[in-house]
């Protein structure tokens, strides 16, 4: 006989009561409590019964033999770059990002890419027809791929025990729900209990499965982490919605290397992979602008050359406005502390506005130098001249400080035809450089750039 019982659980982390709390035990989050009705009946004690399958046994290392390497192939350069390099069969993807960033239209593009293969692409939130609009939308001629508009988990599971693909897709995790549970699609249980007969599924059948996951309202995968802990894989899909671009990151991945970053542009027809940035990210007629710098950063392992803009006016109101898009603000104060102290600028009287350009948010503290010179440059109402570009982190005192992975931003300033760039002097140390075509200008101090640059 199924017993009904209500719990408790905390929206965070999924820890469960049975009376009602302000703050959660566990986690320590407050207001992050759930009521939810759960049923026990006697089968859903395994969700084996599910997937169905066979018990496993205990084998030696070596008597594992690994198939496993054999990736995938999802012929989208950046998104098997993010994976890191392929899908591995048998792995649990979780895709997350904030609605009509344009997860599903990635998902699916990339099933029908996949034309060598069979992909199941399972949706709970549009008909068979919406999709089929979509699809023809992106790509018109003809690829294909199998589609199913269903939510209840346990129909998915007949469908693909028959189907048998070789790519599960579940567009979205929210959206689907299992009988086991009682609570309604999307609640705490029902994300969990889905996510843990998919994570079966995938294990003993071999087929990778993508999960789509939406985000709440502070940027985290809705449910509780335990999903991040279950799938193998977190990739999280970015952006600002009114901007054209699009970052991919992995955020956790079992099988590769976090700092890869895939970066697409929506189209009318789609999301078309930019496998080089920095030319998009640079705007053509910059000479002779005031506030404007190039960074030389690295996003990911990923070189990218951005375009730092700022503006600086005298503060109207007592207290000065300083806002920045893009990048850190906190940071954006001290580098404006250090120009107060080394470039006599009074920030006391000064409104500043930084934005980086094309809606990115960079992290690399290699940026600190562009953005210094460019908020110098539209106090001082001098340009700097549009083939110069800068990188470098900067200290307290004023120094600049080395940064990482200098051989890749200098070729990749050099690959775009930039004329030169300011490193840290202490980077150029037992560098082999010379060949370079770019002049590489070596500076220590915030002074010694600021003197090169605006020749005082
Ligand atoms: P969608 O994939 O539905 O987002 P999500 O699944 O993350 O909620 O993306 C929807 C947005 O993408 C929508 O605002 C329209 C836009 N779009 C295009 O600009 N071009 C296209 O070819 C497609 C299919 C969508
Ligand atoms: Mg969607």
Known sequence: MAKTKTVFICNNCGYEASKWFGKCNACGTWNSCVEETVVKSPASASSNTLVGGTQAQPLKLSEINIDAEKRIDLH?????????????????????????????????????????????????????????MRAQRIRPNGSDCYILSETSLERIFEQ????????????SIQTIATDMVESSPGSISQVRECAAALLKYAKQSGTPVILVGHITKD?????????????????????????LYRILR???????????????EMTQTGLREVSNPS????????????????????????????????????????????????????????????????????????????????????????????????????????????????????????????????????????????????????????VGLHKAKIEIKAASRVEEAFKHIFGK
């Open 160 to 171: 693909a025990n028959i189907l048998k693909p070789e790519i599960l897709i579940i567009d």
């Open 279 to 430: 030319e998009l990210l640079l705007n053509e007629q910059l000479d002779g602008m005031c506030g404007v710098s190039i960074a030389a950063a690295v996003e990911g392992i990923r070189p990218l050359l951005i375009e730092v803009q700022a503006l600086t006016g005298s503060a109207v109101y007592g207290t000065p406005q300083r806002s920045s898009t893009g990048y850190d603000s906190r940071r954006m104060n001290m580098l404006l502390a250090v120009l107060e102290k080394k470039a006599g600028f009074k920030i006391g009287q000064k409104d500043v506005f930084l934005n980086i350009a094309g809606g990115l948010r960079i992290s690399d503290t290699a940026t600190d130098l562009a953005v210094i010179t460019a908020i110098l440059s539209s106090s001082l109402d001098i340009p700097i001249p549009s083939n110069i570009c800068l990188a470098g982190e900067i200290g307290l005192s004023g120094e600049i400080r080395p940064v990482s992975r200098i051989e890749r931003r200098i070729s990749e300033a050099e690959k775009l035809g930039f004329r030169q760039i300011i490193v840290p002097a202490q980077n150029l140390k037992g």
């Open 250 to 264: 992995a955020i956790k991945n079992r099988f590769g290397n976090t700092s890869e970053l895939g970066i697409f």
């Open 219 to 243: 940027g985290s995968i809705a449910g509780p982490k335990i999903l991040e802990h279950i799938v193998d894989t977190v990739l999280q899909f970015e952006g600002d919605q009114h901007h």
């Open 76 to 132: 989208c350069t950046e998104l098997n770059r993010v994976l890191g390099g392929g899908l591995v069969p048998g792995s649990i993807v979780l895709l997350g990002g904030e609605p009509g960033i344009g997860k599903s239209t990635l998902i699916l593009q990339s099933a029908l890419e996949l034309n060598d293969r069979k992909v199941l692409y399972v949706s709970g939130e549009e008909s068979g027809s919406q999709i089929k």
